[in-house]
């Protein structure tokens, strides 16, 4: 499935680096989401984009910024991070407004980071 | 807020049914998911259930919903052991999928 793809796949970095997390969906959505997998922890959603307007923010810390510049791509954007950040960052996309149908998310298959 | 509540291992031996179960608090919930990862890789849905459904079967999955005790399971006939991976339970509340919660995963461990 190449629905939904992420870049890099594995990143390492400094707490005083900047880098960004890529995310690119090829499925035709109006809707992208950030989530962070920890070990042994639910996923949690950090940003939904819905038609580009970002329309929630579950407290995360300003060191993360999000930013959709069209429905087809999404990053992530990080700095001065801390390593309780070192996690798998999954990007989603879904179609909203299916119409009785689930509006199911597709998932890429992450970023692995670790913040040193 | 929503908790969505999985056994964290399970393990099976090949050929065996597995059966991997989920419990939810939030009553309004609409649909609920089960997704699958496996090593190195995202999520994948792997089926879904409306929530004034009892039971949906697909090939070798069948998924059981009991909305009285908020209780869901996925047993999946069979296992293989590229069937081994972690399983997720999911539910949201209305149609879209925006407000989704996952559970902690579970991870299934198929024996040769």
């Known amino acids: 499935e190449t629905g939904v793809t992420q870049t890099p796949r594995h990143l390492v970095m400094g707490m005083t680096n900047k880098k960004s997390l890529k995310c690119e969906q090829h499925?035709?959505?109006?809707?992208m989401y950030w989530y962070k997998q920890s070990a042994k922890k639910p996923l949690e959603l950090m940003f939904v984009?819905?038609?580009?307007?970002?329309?929630e923010n579950n407290s995360v810390p300003s060191r993360f910024s999000p930013e959709c510049p069209n429905s087809s791509h999404l990053f992530l954007h990080l700095h001065t991070l801390q390593p309780e950040d070192s996690a798998l960052y999954l990007c989603?996309?879904?179609?909203?407004?299916?119409?009785?149908?689930?509006?199911?998310?597709?998932f890429g298959p992450g970023t692995r980071l670790t913040v040193l | 807020g929503e908790d969505v509540e999985q056994s964290l291992f399970l393990s099976v031996r090949e050929g065996d049914s597995s059966v991997i179960n989920c419990t939810y608090t939030d009553s309004s919930s609409t649909y609920l998911y089960w997704y699958k990862q496996e090593p190195g890789a995202g999520l994948q849905l792997l089926t879904y259930?409306?929530?004034?459904?009892d039971m949906k079967q697909d090939q070798r999955l069948t998924v059981l919903l009991n909305k009285k005790d908020k209780h869901l399971s996925l047993r999946i006939a069979d296992t293989q052991t590229g069937d081994s991976a972690i399983y997720f339970c999911?539910?949201?509340?209305?149609?879209?999928?925006?407000?989704?919660?996952f559970g902690t995963g579970t991870r299934l461990t198929v024996i040769p």
């Open positions: 984009y819905s038609l580009e307007e970002r329309v």
């Open positions: 499925l035709g959505h109006n809707a």
């Open positions: 259930i409306f929530s004034n459904m």
């Open positions: 989603a996309s879904s179609q909203e407004g299916t119409g009785g149908n689930p509006d199911t998310q597709y």
């Open positions: 999911a539910e949201s509340d209305r149609t879209g999928a925006n407000n989704l919660f």
